[in-house]
């Protein structure tokens, strides 16, 4: 339908149909207008698997829903550092959409992982916005080439669990635009989502879903964003004010009672009838994209199961491989122990579980392999060690020639709705683990989990395969790994800390009184560890190969460049083991010294490519203005300020393999206008300052520095206003002052 033929649509509505359809019909449905022959969109969650419920069914994953397929959830798929696995799992989905007439999968969820602690982090891909708004574009251009629309969410700074609905994430300009606000911004400008979903906390006081300065002015004005805003579920405070915002559509609805809030505040004057035409016009836009071109797809489950395990096989870590113990060797007699090696923790709670087709177990796959005996070594329902089931692991471990243990978080222990209180993993899968130890010296320890845990035994196991929560074809793709049928290609996307209390919001992480400080400010994540030298469990971009890569030849196109130019960075990897594998080229651009506090170093390139052995390939990166510009709140806008940069090639945030400077500079330098309390440095330091305060000399206090350190002085006069000339300098007037102030604006 043509946006005259909406209008027209439009044109006949009344009010009261207007404003129905700014709400949702039930849990997944917009509102049909039977007379005027709209039918009802279809909305479901996401994002990792379909969530069509039933009529009746109620939410969070407790009503059962049809079965599909179970896709690595996020903390996983963000692991393969690939856009074109986010892209694959987004293309397969949507076509399951297709088969199933949903209009919008609710995802990609792309919130900061700003805490390991917070309950939803399996949901979400990164604590670097660069990474994650690039993976997330790719996931969105994946769905919506098969003509179904999704839902970034959660829009925005929706960080925590713990009091979610009306919490208020208290973020200074700079950090919420470097990196709350930068985790959206790509995936909104080259992702062109159809639907944004406003997040149900507060910013800064405000309900984000009520801030026209959010949903409008950033997302419209400046992305360009020209699709639905749509309220997380049940997130709407005040429906009029949201709608003003420019939050169109409320779901799930309120059974009409908002909706006639809405005609009422029309009738009374407060609210102008064309937003609400605007926002129909909106939801009739996407509603008609998918109808006018829907897909007649099947839905096979089967197949979509492979894509699964590929995908988790792009996106498992390994962590640690001390002696090469892995992968495994046939004949090896491998003990198999742990819960989650027969029935695999894939997938975390809440609105994203998914009824999964067929769960694959990495037991059975490996029995295929080699020589297996198999012990549960813990449960799962409770906290407690089990003597018996204890005992059994580690008489199978004695007899065998090496231990895997298949360990992780619980259900219990992580889940959308609320937050972890810490970072530990049950006590008893970590005796679990240590009894393990003391019998048998080539343990591995693979892990199904959310988010980072703590590994008391780190030094005692010999290997450890971060699986994630990997989907449903979890097991199949971890034997593969194990096994080295598939070479490991993961890097990590979040720090690993040692302990909770090195994190950087330990401090203020849930927050009190309904808010929540953000002090830590841009240093998120590995911005933090590394700009404070705090060594750290496993840095974010760490993951280990069965292979091994060299990198030479870094070069940069220009030795300097103004901030309207774009650099082409290339450098050479070559693989110089001996089997084919996959590595992640991370490029991350480090500031020298300026004025601004700004982390060590930042991601800002990544590109994962395949290598066979002796194979060499070149890899390209182009960065522009943005690749090295802060967020500067005195222009409300991206400044590169003039210094040099260095351009680093990076094993992870920690190791950098190659580097190479160049020097940048503004086209429009900022000088900020001179005032009374301009230093005498800042004066000094330029041109016009230095002319107009040379032709006061004489006036200067000579008796004051007579005898005194020159640099001390010199220091000290660097930072004391033009005004404290009036208090300190005999005769000095305040007409002086402001003289000099004049000329230096003119
Ligand atoms: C969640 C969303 C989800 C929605 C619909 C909300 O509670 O925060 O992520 O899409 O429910 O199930």
């Known amino acids: 339908m043509q946006t005259n033929d909406i209008k027209n649509l439009i044109a006949q509505m009344t009010l009261e149909e207007k404003a129905s359809l700014c709400s949702g019909l039930d849990f997944g449905h917009t509102k049909p207008i039977e007379r005027l022959n709209i ?27 049809i079965p599909a397929v179970c896709f690595p959830a996020g903390c996983a798929s963000a692991s393969s550092w690939d856009k074109n696995v986010l892209r694959m799992i987004g293309e397969t989905l949507a076509k399951e959409y297709q088969a199933e007439n949903v209009g919008v999968i609710l ?15 399996f949901e979400y891909l990164s604590e670097d916005p660069f990474l994650s708004s690039e993976l997330a574009a790719a996931y969105i251009q994946g769905v919506q080439s098969q003509n179904v629309g999704t839902s970034l969410k959660h829009f925005f700074a929706n960080n925590q669990e713990y009091r979610r609905m009306t919490a208020s994430s208290d973020v200074d300009e700079r950090t919420m635009r470097e990196i709350y606000l930068a985790s959206f911004e790509t995936a909104v400008k080259k992702g062109k989502p159809w639907t944004v979903m406003n997040s149900y906390n507060r910013v800064n006081g405000e309900y984000v879903g009520e801030d026209k300065k959010y949903l409008t002015d950033v997302l419209r004005g400046e992305w360009g964003f020209d699709g639905v805003v749509v309220s997380d579920w049940g997130a709407v405070n005040d429906r009029v004010k949201a709608l003003a915002a420019g939050g169109d559509l409320e779901m799930p609805g309120s059974g009409g009672v908002n909706d006639a809030l809405i005609v009422e505040a029309v009738k009374n004057g407060t609210l102008d009838e064309k937003i609400v035409d605007q926002a129909v016009e909106r939801i009739l836009t996407i509603l008609y994209r998918f109808l006018d071109n829907r897909q007649q797809e099947t839905f096979d489950r089967d197949k979509d199961h492979e894509i699964a395990r590929q995908a988790e096989e792009e996106s498992i870590v390994l962590l640690k491989n001390e002696s090469g113990i892995l992968p495994i060797r046939e004949g090896t007699k491998v003990a198999v122990i742990g819960k989650y090696a027969k029935a695999p923790r894939y997938q975390g709670g809440g609105s994203s579980h998914v009824n999964s087709s067929r769960v694959s177990a990495a037991l ?29 692991a580690v008489q199978a471990a004695t007899a065998a020639d090496m231990a895997v243990i298949f360990a992780g978080l619980p259900d219990a222990f992580e889940s959308e709705g609320y937050d972890r209180k810490h970072m530990r993993m049950p006590d008893c899968q970590n005796a679990l683990i240590e009894a393990v130890c003391k019998v048998q010296p080539n343990t591995v320890v693979v892990l199904h989990n959310g988010a980072p845990v703590e590994m008391p035994w780190i030094s005692r196991v010999k290997g450890v395969i971060e699986a994630y929560l990997g989907g449903q074809a979890v097991g199949a793709a971890v034997a593969n790994v194990l096994t080295g049928k598939a070479n490991p290609s993961g890097r990590l996307t979040e720090t690993f800390p040692l302990r909770l209390e090195d994190t950087p919001c330990f401090l203020t992480f849930g927050g009190e009184n309904e808010r929540c400080a953000y002090g830590e400010g841009v240093f998120v994540g590995y911005r933090y560890y590394v700009s404070k030298k705090m060594p750290v469990l496993f840095p974010f971009g760490h993951g280990l190969s069965y ?46 010294k300026g004025s601004f506090t700004r982390p060590v170093r930042e991601l800002k390139g990544f590109e994962k490519i395949e290598l066979a052995p002796g194979e060499k390939k070149t890899v390209r990166f182009a960065l522009d203005k943005r690749g090295f510009a802060v967020w500067d709140t005195r222009q409300h806008d991206w400044y590169v300020e003039d210094g040099d940069y260095a351009v680093q090639i ?42 107009v305060l040379s032709a006061m000399q004489g006036s200067a206090p000579a008796q004051e520095t007579a005898g005194m350190d020159g640099e001390f002085m010199a220091a000290i ?28 604006n003119h």
């Open 39 to 65: 039918p009802a969109l279809e909305m479901s969650d996401g994002p990792h698997g379909m969530r069509k419920q039933e009529q009746d069914a109620n939410h969070l994953g407790v009503g059962d829903s």
């Open 107 to 121: 995802g990609p969820a792309i919130n900061i992982k700003r805490s390991p602690l917070c309950g939803r982090n």
């Open 364 to 392: 059975e796959s490996l029995a295929q392999f080699t020589d297996v005996s198999f012990a549960e070594g813990f449960r799962d329902d409770k906290d407690e060690t089990d003597e018996a089931m204890l005992a059994e």
């Open 547 to 592: 292979t091994k890569f060299r990198y030479s030849n870094l070069s940069l196109d220009r030795a300097a460049m103004k901030d309207d130019e774009t650099l082409t960075v290339s450098v050479d990897v070559e693989n110089v083991g001996s089997v084919p594998g996959k590595e992640v080229v991370q490029l991350y651009v480090a500031p020298g």
């Open 650 to 691: 990076c094993k992870d945030a920690e190791t950098v393999l190659l580097e190479s400077n160049m020097r940048l500079s503004p086209v429009h330098p900022f000088i900020p206008a001179f005032t009374v309390n301009s230093t005498l440095g800042e004066i000094m330091r330029t041109e016009k300052g230095k002319t």
């Open 717 to 744: 006069m660097d930072s004391m206003p033009l005004r404290w000339l009036v208090s300190f300098v005999p005769g000095f007037t305040w007409d002086a002052v402001n003289g000099i102030v004049y000329q230096l």
